[in-house]
Each structure stands twice: as structure tokens, then as C-alpha cells.
């Protein structure tokens, strides 16, 4: 079975009203953005199901996931660049986590998009839940 993303194009486009990504990328940019949240999440949405999780859940794991594909559409020549930093006539960028940037597992995310993520308590990295 092929895996599915948390959201639909459909809903992206009529729900989410989205307009960063072209409609012939959303299957991908959707699909990537899923299985980053799976990452964030230990894939616990993976093990329990998408529709076993509650429904405050399942609207907040939609909207993250939205948010997060427009956010690795809109920043997708910084995310994909293998350099750390670089600097060109003086001017310099460097790809880490900081006060606004939250990076785990090779994904990186808005801290505040994150902080809604922690709001659904599947990125708890201990046991027992």
C-alpha cells in the first residue's frame, strides 16, 4: 500500500486555501511534508492511524502539514543546498536551528509550527504514550 498523505490537494487548495505550491507538486510537497511530521512524531500517527487520533489532533496535524509543505516550497533552494553555510561578497547564511527555526531529524520547521505540533502531545520523546 502506497502511503497517503495527511492531506489531500483537495483540502490544501479548499479548506487550507494554500496558493505556495503549483497544483502539479502538491501530491509531492504534501506527501514530503506528512512524512516529516511522521519523523517529528516517532510515527506514532503511523502506528495508531491518522483517523484513531482525536479530532483536535487531526485538524492540527492537517494544518501543520500545510503549513509545513508551504514552508519547504517557499524555502526549498535553502533547504536542499548540502552546504551548512556559505558566504558570498560578504554576505553569509548559515543553516541552523535558531530562535525562530526548529531542526530535528533532518527536518527543518517554524519553531511556532512546531510548537502547535507539540499541542497534539505526539512529539513526546519519552515512553508511555
Not at 5 to 20: D, F, H, I, N, Q
Not at 52 to 65: G, H, K, M, P, S
Not at 100 to 126: C, H, I, W
Amino acid at each position: 500500500m502506497a502511503y497517503k498523505a495527511y492531506v489531500t490537494p483537495k483540502y490544501y487548495l479548499e479548506t487550507y486555501r494554500g496558493t505556495s505550491i503549483p497544483e502539479s507538486e502538491l501530491d509531492l510537497r504534501l506527501r514530503d511534508a506528512s512524512r516529516h511530521i511522521d519523523s517529528l512524531t516517532y510515527s506514532r500517527i503511523v502506528g495508531r492511524g491518522f483517523s484513531a487520533l482525536t479530532e483536535f489532533q487531526q485538524d492540527v496535524i492537517r494544518e501543520v502539514v500545510c503549513r509545513q509543505a508551504d514552508f519547504e516550497a517557499e524555502n526549498r533552494e535553502a533547504l536542499d543546498c548540502a552546504l551548512s553555510s556559505y558566504s558570498i561578497n560578504g554576505v553569509s547564511m548559515t543553516l541552523t536551528a535558531g530562535w525562530n527555526v526548529f531542526l530535528d531529524k533532518g527536518v527543518a520547521m517554524p519553531r511556532e509550527l512546531y510548537s502547535l505540533l507539540e499541542q497534539t502531545g505526539l512529539t513526546f520523546r519519552g515512553i508511555g504514550r
